[in-house]
């Protein structure tokens, strides 16, 4: 753990968290205990997390759960609805159990095996009512890993504006969230450590997410971790896709930047009117690629060499 | 008494009360923690330790270490300051640090009580940057101890790796210092010290990320090869009583590429109790532009050199401190300090880091004993 001058960095489990405000020390604590509850109720790689219990009770029983839990929960599913499964967070049949992304079992799996998984893959068959949380079909697996970050990023931006911030930078694990000052958002490379391009923010809350194929995969950048759900395998219309949007709503941009990376470029446009938000993508050839970039409240935006 | 011992510790010479000609050297080790923090988001935090171990009687070898955290360090590329508060990616950076500089040092020292000489080397890495030096010091006690002539003189010989894929037209930093020192005690409180340096630097003095970007003009940050400067410094050091010191000083700089500074710097040093030391200190700084500098926008393409570091235009700054030394026990000593740091403004500050002026904090805290 570090300490800025006016803020906190902290690694939660996987995911590294900066907290910048212009607020309290024991405030940004009390912020970041909110990571440690998620992590400890959403992450996939604990065996006693809240999502896990769900797995196992997949096709027995649906898991009771607070209304504040069930909200990840729902906006997943929700997600899933609008883009009509093209973000489903029953992947995790195919992500964990299958590729076994992050751990120490991941493979590249044959095409039997991924058809096979693909069965269990359906967001129709994941509910959400009013007390708990089901999946129909025994073998399903949630998987919160093109949603998670997001949300985290969104929570803890809400809660420091609800604390008196009055300018405040959130970084999950790349999810980012800012408002009240103008800060320098730089967008990483895929191809080398430094940066592409650096976007200095308005005053008003706005969100970053990049989904990008360089840092997770196994064996090559062929077998990256962002799966399309009717393949169940990956495309490579892109090394990176950087998704910006007015406002705070790091859920759906997150959950939107999964999707995006699966967009040939041809509906990136549509895609980007649907929700209202700019990208950046970068093709595997290198080319950059910009969509509606018009409406968004952004002071500039420097670009560097690839 | 604490002040009494410091003000000879100060200006290095031996009371009249002490007959012997021994030498003073002493088996010690320290630990620190320096920090600087600046409106421009640039942190630095520094753990430093040493150790120093008598070998014999007149010899004694001594090894330093600082490792230096940097956040918004050197690696920016492009024309503005541009720090970035975050970046998004596919998956964060591990380190927390921007850069990480590690500095170790080692010495050899002898010394027979009339003469003192030191020989050591310095390296220092980080990711874009490796130094190496060599430096020497003498110091020769006469009249009874009551001069000191020294002399001290270092090369380095520096070479920069930049991160971004450019060749730089040479990729060498090459730097040498002498300076000649004499120490005098006037009376028994008071003692003077003059100081003359000479600095010589050859190679890329530039930064290889940063560059001027004006209408139609992007140009790599470019400034002469070679400079050379001298300084002249001048150093009182007062005991006003058992419990009261000031020390005061005068720097003036000039160099080949224009730029003179003046630096004063007062201190008064009060024992609040036989363990406990503090005082004020205030320093003034200013100096003028170079002579390759431009207002901000009125570069031409076929200028020969281009600028953004705002400390070769015309600034000054001022510098308010407080020190502390405690003494824990007979051969234990903790000593700490925090300083105010403020610039005036400058357009080339405000260009870079989009603030009107540099304003910083840095503190220090060391624990040393003698074993």
């Not at chain 2, 007062?238 to 590429?257: E, G, H, P």
Request: proline share 2%.
């Amino acid at each position: 753990m570090a300490f800025f001058e006016n803020g906190l960095r902290a690694k939660v489990m996987s995911t590294e968290i900066i907290l910048e405000a212009d607020l309290s020390k024991k405030i940004l604590f009390e912020a970041l205990d909110l990571v440690k509850e998620f992590e400890a109720k959403f992450s996939a790689y604990k065996e006693d997390s809240l999502l896990n219990r769900v797995n196992i009770n997949a096709g027995i029983s649906g898991v009771i759960c607070t209304q504040d839990e069930r909200e990840l929960f729902s906006k997943a599913l929700e997600m899933a609805k609008a883009s009509d499964g093209v973000f489903d967070p029953t992947i995790g049949i195919l992500s964990q159990a299958t590729y076994c992304f992050g751990k120490s079992t991941q493979k590249i799996p044959t095409k039997k095996e991924l058809q096979k998984a693909k069965e269990l893959v359906n967001f129709k068959d994941f509910i959400v009512n009013k007390e708990s949380v089901y999946l129909k079909r025994k073998g399903m697996r949630l998987d919160f890993g093109g949603i998670g970050k997001g949300f985290i990023a969104e929570k803890l931006i809400t809660y420091l504006r609800n604390k008196g911030a009055k300018k405040a930078l959130v970084n999950a694990g790349g999810e980012i969230c800012t408002f009240g000052k103008n800060y320098n958002i730089a967008i990483k490379s895929p191809y080398t450590d430094e940066n592409i391009a650096v976007v200095k923010t308005s005053k008003a809350p706005i969100t970053f997410s990049t989904s990008g194929d360089y840092e997770r995969f196994i064996s090559s950048k062929e077998n990256h971790h962002i799966l399309d759900i009717k393949t169940a395998s990956q495309n490579h219309y892109y090394s990176s896709i950087t998704l910006i949007k007015d406002g705070k709503d790091g859920t759906l941009l997150d959950a939107v930047a999964t999707m995006a990376f699966n967009t040939p470029k041809e509906k990136l446009r549509a895609l980007a009117k649907r929700y209202n938000i700019a990208i950046i993508a970068i093709e595997e050839e290198g080319n950059l690629l910009f969509e509606n970039f018009k409406s968004l409240d952004i002071k500039a935006i420097e670009l560097y060499a690839l | 008494m604490q002040i009494k011992y410091l003000f000879f510790a100060i200006i290095s010479l031996v009371t009249l009360e002490i007959n012997s000609f021994a030498s003073n050297l002493k088996d010690s080790m320290s630990f620190g923690f320096n920090t600087y923090n600046d409106n421009a988001n640039v942190n630095v935090y520094s753990p430093t330790f040493s150790l120093f171990k008598k070998v014999s009687h007149k010899w004694m070898l001594g090894f330093k270490m600082r490792i230096d955290g940097i956040t918004a360090a050197s690696i920016k590329n492009g024309a503005n300051g541009g720090h970035v508060d975050a970046v998004t990616g596919a998956s964060l950076n591990e380190n927390n640090f921007d850069d990480v500089r590690y500095a170790p040092t080692l010495m050899a020292t002898y010394d027979d009580g009339d003469n003192t000489l030191t020989l050591g080397g310095y390296y220092s890495t980080e990711k874009d940057y490796d130094g190496k030096s060599l430096f020497m010091n003498y110091v020769r006690q006469l009249n009874q101890q009551n001069t000191a002539l020294g002399i001290g003189f270092s090369q380095s010989f520096d070479k920069w790796s930049p991160v971004f894929d450019r060749a730089l037209p040479k990729d060498n930093r090459n730097e040498r210092k002498l300076d000649l020192s004499i120490n005098q005690l006037i009376t028994p409180t008071f003692s003077i010290q003059g100081v003359f340096s000479y600095m010589y630097s050859e190679g890329f003095l530039s930064s290889p990320y940063h560059y001027v970007l004006q209408g139609d003009i992007a140009k790599f940050e470019n400034y002469p090869d070679q400079r050379a400067g001298e300084a002249y410094s001048l150093k009182s050091v007062y005991l006003f009583n058992d419990a009261n010191a000031m020390n005061v000083s005068y720097r003036y700089y000039k160099d080949d590429w224009d730029i003179s500074s003046h630096t004063i710097n007062i201190e008064e040093l009060h024992d609040f109790s036989h363990r406990l030391t503090s005082g004020l200190r205030l320093r003034y700084y200013t100096q003028t532009k170079s002579n390759f500098v431009q207002e901000i926008g009125n570069y031409n393409a076929n200028d020969a050199y281009f600028a953004t570091d705002y400390r070769m235009s015309a600034f000054d700054s001022f510098t308010i401190g407080i020190p502390f030394i405690y003494k824990v026990g007979r051969k234990n000593k903790l000593t700490a300090s925090i300083d105010y740091y403020q610039t005036t403004k400058n357009d080339y500050i405000k260009s870079w880091y989009d603030v009107d002026s540099i304003s910083a904090v840095f503190t220090s805290l060391n624990y040393k004993f003698d074993f």
